[in-house]
C-alpha cells in the first residue's frame, strides 16, 4: 500500500525502542553474569566465568537447583494429567455454565500468587498436610493447571473426531481407542503442556515463598533474599543459569506444539 | 480524451511477470471489463488502477492527468472489492456516509445522497443494520452504493458477483448495468465470467498470462476473435483443425471433410496454411438428413441438455470432434440419434494457427 | 503398536463421561483453591474478642487502604503506557512489517522468564555499576521508586498487551482497509475510522490483563521501588510474616473480592479464558 515515507521511517526506531524495554533486562542479566569485576557491570575487560563455578561450590544453590527440578519435574507430570483429563472432560461434555467454570479454571493465572501461597499454606497446617515438599508442589499443580489446561484444550478443540468414530467401527471399543487413536495424536499438545508447566514452576516466586520450609528452597527464591542484601554477579550467574533452563524447557515445548 | 488511460502498463512481482505492457482506455461513461481467467493480471491491474499497488512501468491516467503520485484517497475513485469489504462496526447508513464525509460533502447534501443512492440498490429499509445482519447479496448492495455515493470519476469492480448464488448474480448483474446507465459513471469491471462481460459491456479487454488479446466491443470479441484464445475463451463453439484448401469457393480442409466458408474469412490466407476454425452453437442447425444440402457435418448425438430457453446438444462428427448446437426445445432430438448440421458458411470463424 | 483386547472396567463404563472428568478437574480445582482461599475468607474473621470485623478494619484503614488505592492506580498507570507501547508496536507488526512469525517471538520471548529474573535485570541497569548509569553520570532517581516500579511492570507485562492487540488486529480483513482508503480515508483517518474500533475487543482484552497482573505484582515494588511504593501483595506478605494471620487473610479478601468482581464484570464483555487461550 503507497504510504508516506516518513511513516515507514518512524516506525522502525520506535519499534526498537519497545524491543529494548522488553530485553535489555534479561540481556543486562546474563552480561553481568561474565564480569570480572567485583560489581555486576557489564564485561569489558574480559570474561570470567568464576561466578558460575561459585555457584557449583556452594552447596546451598546447588540443593536449591535440585529442590526445584524435583518440584517442578513432580508438579509438571501431575498438572499434565489433571489438566489433559480435565480438558478432555470440558471439550467433549455439555452442561451449564460451561463459560464460568472454564474461567474458573483461570482463577490461579488471574488472582495474585501471593494469595494462592498464603491460601495454601495456612491450608496445609489446618489439614496436616506436612512435609517440606508436599505444600510446595502442591501450590505448584494449582499454579501450572491452567496453563496444561489451555493448551491441551487448544488441541482438543480442533482435533478431528471422525479419526475416534472410525476407530469404533473398525472393531475398538472407547478404552482402546484412546490408547490407539487419541492420545497418540494428542501427546505432543500434552508434552508440551507439562513443559510449560515446567517453565512456569521452576521459575514461580511469589507463591513459592510462603511454602518452602527451611532446607526446602527453590532457585527463584534464593535469587531473591540475594538481592536483597546487595548486587553481586553470582546472582546474575545464577539467574542466568535459571534462564537458561527455562528457555530450553520452553523452546523445546514449543517444537512439540509445532509439529501439530 | 478518456477517462481511464492506461499505458504501456506493466507489473512485477519479484521475478513473476504478471502483467506485460498493457494499454487500454475506457471513454467518460462508458462500461469497460477485463476479462480472463484467474490470474491474468486483471485485478492486479483493477488495484494498480485504484492505488492499492504501484505499477513497475507505464501510465495511468484519470481524467487526463497522472495518478502515480496519488494514494488512493485522493484518487476519487469508488471501488466495490470481491467480498464486499463493508465495515461491520457501521450501520448501512454510516457506510454510505464515510465516503461523502471523506469528500467534503455538506450534510445536507450528505443526506440527500444517501437516500438516493440507497434508495437506487433498492436497500433503504436496512439503513439503520449492520452488514452482519444483511444477506449476502444485500451487502453487496451497500458496497456498490457505497462507492457511488460520492458520484467519483469512476466505478471499480473486483468480481463483485463472486460467491453469490447464480438467481442472486442474475439479477445484481442487471441491476449493476441499470444503475451504471442511469448513474453514468465510467466504469472498469473485472472478471473471470465471460457471459457477464458479453451482457454489461460497451467495451470488453481480454487477458491472459498479462497480455492483452483482444480489444472491442462484446460483438467483436463474440463474432470476430482475434485470436483462438479469445475464441475459445469467449462463448462456446465448434472447434475444428484444417489446412486452407482452397480460395475460390472458399473452403477449408478438415478430418472431418471439407468445410465451406465465408470468402472474407480467407483474406489475406493462402492455400495450405494451417486454421483453427470456429462455429458458434446458435449458428448451427439440425439438417433435414434427406435433403440434399450441401454444407452439413454429420454425426451421433452424444448428450442433449435442456436449458429452458434451448437445448444445448453434443453432436460427435467424427475424429474426436464434438459439435456443440444450440436449437429450439421444441427439436426433439434423443441421445443416439443420428443427425446432419447446417450452417452458412458466413458465420464460420477462421483464425490462424 | 496398537494396544488392543483391553475391555473396559465396569467402574469407567458406569461412571466414565466427559462430565466426570471435568467433575474430576473441578473436584481437584476445589479441594485445592477454592476451599484455601474459603478458609482465608473463615480466617479473616475474628472469633475472639474485639468483634468479628476486627481485621477489616485494619485492612481499610490508613496504610493498608492507601496501599490498595496505590495498586489500582499503579495497576491502571501500567494499563495505560502498555496499552499505549503496545498498541504501535502490534500495528507495526502486523500492517508493516515482513518477518512478523520472528518479530512475535521476540515478543513471547520474555514471557518464558521468570519475573524475578527480569526485575533484577532492569535492577542492573538502574544500578551504579550499570552500563548507562555511567555513561549518564545518575539513573535519574529510577531506582527504588515509583517511576522505577512503572517501567518494572510496563517491561514485564508488555507482551500481555501485544498479543491480544495483535490478534485482534491481524484478524482485520485487507479488503476492510482497502476499501476504506478507495472511499477517500487517507492513512491515520483509517486508522482512526476503521482499525481502532475493529480492534477494541484486542485492546480491552489486553488492558484487562495487564491491570489484573500489575495490580497484584509483588516483586516489582519489592525490587524496584521504595518503602512508599509498596503494594498489595506486600503488605498482605509482610502481615503474614509478622504473624498477623487475621490482617493478612483481611486484606487477602479484600484484594481478592474486588478482583473477582472486576473479572465478573468484563467477563460478559470479553470471554477472559478465549483470550488467554489465544496467548
Known amino acids: 500500500m503507497t504510504d508516506g515515507r516518513l511513516t515507514r521511517l518512524g516506525y522502525v526506531p520506535f519499534a526498537l525502542i519497545v524491543y529494548a524495554v522488553l530485553l535489555v533486562p534479561v540481556i543486562m542479566v546474563i552480561l553481568t553474569s561474565f564480569t570480572t569485576a567485583t560489581a555486576p557491570t557489564v564485561p569489558t575487560e574480559g570474561v570470567s566465568l568464576e561466578w558460575y563455578s561459585k555457584l557449583l561450590n556452594s552447596s546451598q544453590i546447588v540443593d536449591a537447583l535440585v529442590v526445584s527440578t524435583i518440584v517442578a519435574v513432580t508438579s509438571a507430570v501431575l498438572s499434565g494429567i489433571i489438566g489433559t483429563v480435565t480438558a478432555f472432560g470440558f471439550v467433549r461434555a455439555e452442561f451449564p455454565y460451561k463459560e464460568t467454570f472454564s474461567t474458573l479454571l483461570l482463577l490461579p493465572l488471574m488472582i495474585s500468587p501471593v494469595i494462592t501461597g498464603l491460601a495454601i499454606v495456612q491450608y496445609a497446617g489446618k489439614i496436616g498436610l506436612t512435609g517440606n515438599f508436599t505444600p510446595l508442589i502442591l501450590g505448584h499443580v494449582v499454579l501450572t493447571l491452567p496453563y496444561v489446561f489451555l493448551i491441551i484444550r487448544a488441541r482438543l478443540v480442533t482435533f478431528d473426531q471422525t479419526l475416534e468414530q472410525a476407530s469404533w467401527t473398525m472393531g475398538a471399543n472407547k478404552l482402546e481407542t484412546v490408547l490407539n487413536v487419541t492420545l497418540p495424536i494428542v501427546a505432543p499438545s500434552v508434552l508440551t503442556g507439562i513443559l510449560i508447566a515446567f517453565v512456569v514452576s521452576f521459575g514461580e516466586f511469589t507463591a513459592t515463598q510462603f511454602l518452602i520450609s527451611p532446607g526446602t528452597t527453590t532457585v527463584p527464591v534464593i535469587i531473591y533474599t540475594e538481592l536483597r542484601t546487595g548486587l553481586e554477579p553470582t546472582i546474575s550467574a545464577l539467574a542466568a543459569v535459571l534462564a537458561v533452563i527455562m528457555l530450553v524447557a520452553a523452546l523445546l515445548g514449543e517444537r512439540f506444539g509445532e509439529d501439530n | 480524451m478518456g477517462m481511464l488511460e492506461v499505458e504501456d502498463f506493466t507489473k512485477y512481482y519479484g521475478d513473476l511477470l504478471a502483467v506485460d505492457d498493457l494499454s487500454f482506455k475506457i471513454e467518460e461513461g462508458e462500461f469497460g471489463t477485463l476479462l480472463g481467467p484467474s490470474g491474468c493480471g486483471k485485478s492486479t491491474t483493477l488495484h494498480t488502477i485504484a492505488g492499492l499497488r504501484e505499477p513497475s512501468e507505464g501510465s495511468i491516467r484519470l481524467r487526463g492527468e497522472d495518478v502515480i503520485d496519488q494514494s488512493p484517497d485522493e484518487r476519487n475513485i469508488g471501488m466495490v472489492f470481491q467480498s464486499s469489504a463493508t465495515f461491520p462496526h457501521m450501520t448501512v447508513e454510516e457506510n454510505v456516509r464515510y465516503g461523502l464525509e471523506m469528500h467534503g460533502f455538506e450534510e445536507e447534501e450528505i443526506e440527500q445522497k444517501i437516500s438516493k443512492y440507497l434508495g437506487l440498490v433498492q436497500i433503504d429499509e436496512y439503513r439503520d443494520h449492520k452488514p452482519g445482519e444483511l444477506s449476502g447479496g444485500q451487502e453487496r448492495r451497500v458496497s456498490i452504493a457505497r462507492a457511488l455515493a460520492y458520484e467519483p470519476d469512476i466505478l471499480l469492480l473486483d468480481e463483485p458477483l463472486t460467491g453469490l448464488d447464480r438467481v442472486l448474480r442474475q439479477e445484481l448483474r442487471n441491476e449493476i448495468k441499470q444503475i451504471q446507465r442511469e448513474v453514468d459513471v465510467t466504469t472498469l469491471y473485472v472478471t473471470h465470467d465471460q457471459e457477464e462481460a458479453l451482457s454489461m459491456s460497451d467495451k470488453i479487454i481480454v487477458l491472459d498470462n498479462g497480455q492483452k488479446q483482444q480489444e472491442g466491443s462484446p460483438t467483436e470479441i463474440y463474432d470476430g476473435p482475434s485470436n483462438s484464445f479469445v475464441a475459445n475463451f469467449v462463448g462456446k463453439s465448434t472447434r475444428l483443425k484444417g489446412t486452407v484448401a482452397t480460395l475460390d469457393p472458399p473452403a477449408v480442409e478438415t478430418p472431418v471433410g471439407t468445410v465451406p466458408v465465408g470468402a472474407v474469412a480467407l483474406e489475406g490466407l493462402e492455400v495450405g496454411q494451417r486454421v483453427e476454425l470456429f462455429l458458434r452453437p446458435e449458428d448451427v442447425e439440425f439438417a433435414d438428413p434427406a435433403g440434399t444440402a450441401t454444407t452439413t457435418l454429420g454425426g451421433t448425438v452424444n448428450n442433449v441438455e435442456y436449458l429452458g430457453t434451448f437445448s444445448e446438444v453434443l453432436v460427435d462428427v467424427g475424429e474426436g470432434v464434438e459439435a456443440i448446437v444450440h436449437t429450439s426445445t421444441s427439436n426433439v432430438v434423443d441421445v443416439g440419434d443420428e443427425v446432419a448440421l447446417d450452417f452458412d458458411p458466413a458465420n464460420v470463424i477462421v483464425l490462424e494457427e | ?279
Open chain 3, 1 to 279: 503398536m496398537i494396544i488392543k483386547g483391553l475391555p473396559i472396567p465396569d467402574v469407567v463404563k458406569r461412571y466414565g463421561s466427559p462430565r466426570a472428568l471435568v467433575a474430576l478437574g473441578l473436584g481437584f480445582l476445589g479441594v485445592a483453591y477454592v476451599v484455601p482461599i474459603l478458609l482465608l475468607y473463615w480466617q479473616s474473621l475474628n472469633f475472639g474478642d474485639g468483634g468479628l470485623f476486627i481485621h477489616y478494619e485494619s485492612a481499610l484503614s490508613g496504610i493498608y487502604l492507601q496501599t490498595l488505592l496505590r495498586s489500582f492506580y499503579y495497576g491502571i498507570l501500567t494499563t495505560v503506557v502498555t496499552l499505549s507501547l503496545g498498541y504501535v508496536l502490534a500495528y507495526y507488526i502486523a500492517f508493516r512489517a515482513q518477518r512478523e512469525k520472528f518479530l512475535l517471538g521476540l515478543v513471547v520471548l520474555p514471557l518464558w522468564i521468570a519475573y524475578v529474573i527480569r526485575y533484577l535485570g532492569i535492577q542492573l541497569l538502574l544500578f551504579e555499576s550499570s552500563p548507562l548509569v555511567q555513561l549518564l553520570g545518575t539513573d535519574f532517581g529510577i531506582l527504588f521508586s515509583t517511576r522505577g516500579v512503572i517501567i518494572g511492570l510496563t517491561s514485564v507485562f508488555l507482551p500481555f498487551a501485544i498479543l491480544p492487540i495483535y490478534h485482534a488486529l491481524n484478524s482485520i480483513e485487507d479488503e476492510l482497509i482497502s476499501a476504506s482508503r478507495t472511499l477517500g480515508a487517507g492513512q491515520l483517518r483509517t486508522i482512526r475510522s476503521v482499525i481502532i474500533p475493529l480492534s477494541l475487543s484486542g485492546i480491552v482484552a489486553g488492558g484487562l490483563i495487564v491491570f489484573i497482573l500489575a495490580t497484584g505484582s509483588f516483586l516489582a515494588p519489592a525490587i524496584l521501588g521504595s518503602p512508599g511504593d509498596t503494594m498489595i501483595a506486600n503488605v498482605i506478605q509482610g502481615a503474614y510474616s509478622n504473624f498477623n494471620v487475621g490482617l493478612a487473610s483481611s486484606l487477602a479478601v479484600i484484594y481478592t473480592t474486588l478482583l473477582l468482581v472486576v473479572i465478573m464484570a468484563f467477563n460478559s464483555y470479553v470471554n477472559i479464558g478465549r483470550v488467554l487461550g489465544e496467548l
